[in-house]
């Protein structure tokens, strides 16, 4: 056996142990001490989510603007404050984090706190860049942690009853196309407010920026970084990644073997990077396509997927779903969603498996795999080709 097989076994039983030198055994009645890695809107009500459920112990948060620290320590007065997430990770107490920061930071923020013993709550999508996913998930397995990715429709209950009722009994028939849209969705289109037009003194843009690349303080890339490709991937992996997760879930299919896009930057010329209108086109082998249409032009509003087969159509969104059968004469039938934010049926399941050890719902291969197909679509968007994507290596082939 080569003396590189033998290091390699040795680092990864190493990380393993300083992994678990860090966490420690939970009983059911336990309450799981809990931290905030990125405090900003979504991050302090995800954190309101986990408060609800009454299981946890908020003991720090970390933001790169402190007065995102200090909203959390209005509402969690003994959570520790930092400016610095691996600071945050040398607290020995934490058993879990929220990851909620923007996506540029979501793998090295993950990384980090997996190899520091920690369970992870992550906001989707799982990674900025293709490559990153694959590090993530070894960092979860190799340190035997909980890593929820944050697309709560896996949690749902009418998500899961329509796969159970119309999916899985194939009341559908041949599935052959899955839609789905978003359109007019108002977060990428914030503005910053005056108290940002000059860069506060508690905000450390440096930090903000990370591993990207120097630019001198900018506004609008801090408050609305959505719509800049250098920190997120548009509406394509802020939106998409929850749908083509969607269609992941019911139909078993999680690797794309093409993708082709289309869009731009048509109305909003205002700086932006990420394109306000996109058209994304997936192909799973010979099975299905599906589709992503968004636009964020005024007058259009409203989002969904509808699965089409040989049988019917069943449509679904957040706050219903519904069955069309083809046969004749036959009634709709439509189930509302329960009256409440799937988000926390989500951060119940992940507690629920921080104690059990069970992968989550959303576990980490398929928050890289939802991740994934969205960032095809951008690739094809960007490089205004038609991707072939190898299945076995996941890898885009080359031209």
Known sequence: MSNAILDRRNLLRGAAVTAASYSRVLGANDRVNLGIIGSGDRGRYVLSQFAVTTQ?????????????????QQKHPNAKGFGDHRKLLETRELDAVLIATP????????????RA????????????????GPEIVKAARVNNRICQVGMQQR?????????????????????????????????????????????????DWARFLGPLKWRDYD???????????????????????????VVHMFLGKDIPTSAVAA??????????????????????GHDFTATFEATLVPGIKGYGIEFCGTLGRLWISRERFEFHSTEKGAQPVIVPAAPRDMTLDHVKNFLDCVRSRKLPNADVLIGHRSAQA??????????????????????????
């Open 56 to 72: 946890v112990d908020v003991r720090a948060a970390a933001d790169v603007y402190s007065t995102h620290v200090d909203m959390v």
């Open 117 to 132: 013993g920690k369970d992870v709550y992550v906001e989707k999508p799982l990674t900025l860049r293709n490559e990153e």
């Open 374 to 399: 969205s960032h095809l679509g951008n690739i094809a968007y960007l490089q205004k080709r038609r991707l072939q994507f190898d299945t076995q290596r996941e890898e885009i082939q080359p031209l």
């Open 219 to 245: 506004p609008q890339q801090y408050f609305n970084w959505r719509a800049y490709l250098d920190f997120g991937g548009g509406q394509v992996t802020d939106l998409f990644t929850h749908w083509i997760d």
């Open 263 to 284: 869009g731009g930057v048509y109305h909003y010329k205002d700086g932006r990077t990420a394109p306000d209108t996109i058209n994304v086109l997936l192909e799973y």
């Open 155 to 203: 949690s749902g209950e009418h998500y899961i009853q329509a796969k159970r009722d119309y999916i899985d009994t194939g009341k559908l028939g041949r599935i052959t196309l899955a839609r789905t849209w978003w359109h007019g969705n108002g977060y990428h289109l914030r503005r910053a407010p005056a108290s940002l037009q000059t860069q506060p003194s508690n905000l």
């Open 103 to 114: 996506d540029h930071w979501h793998a090295g923020c993950a990384i980090d706190a997996l």
